[in-house]
């Protein structure tokens, strides 16, 4: 059974930072990716990177803020958030394909965790 378990959200200051992590279980997954979904909002593409690690690409919204990782030690996808904003406020979903190619389209993950709220107070 594939499983994508998120964890590390939460409430945090405006200007503070949050690691978000996803543990994927159940098959081999070629690469992983961040979403999130505001309040009355589409689902946000956000970074994406290869299994392997050697591979990553940002949204330009998050671009410098945000940093996309894989621990091999713990077999993890890592989001490391920092300078958040209230407007970053959303859940945060982690998501995975078979494919090595790197991609920002919802529809083309096949798998998705169960979301971590992240809430930033101004």
């Known amino acids: 059974q594939v499983q994508l378990v998120e964890s590390g959200g939460g409430l945090v200051q405006a200007g503070g930072s949050l690691r978000l992590s996803c543990a994927p279980s159940?098959?081999?997954?070629?690469?992983l990716g961040w979403f999130r979904r505001a309040p009355g909002k589409e689902r946000e593409f956000l970074a994406a990177?290869?299994?392997?690690?050697?591979?990553?690409y940002y949204a330009d919204s998050v671009k410098g803020r945000f940093t996309i990782s894989r621990d091999n030690a713990k077999n993890t996808v890592s989001l490391q958030m920092d300078g958040l904003k209230p407007e970053d406020t959303a859940v945060y979903y982690c998501t995975a394909r078979t494919s090595v190619v790197l991609a920002i389209l919802a529809q083309d993950y096949a798998y998705w965790g169960q979301g971590t709220q992240v809430t930033v107070s101004s």
């Open positions: 159940g098959r081999t997954f070629g690469s």
């Open positions: 990177i290869t299994w392997s690690g050697g591979s990553t």
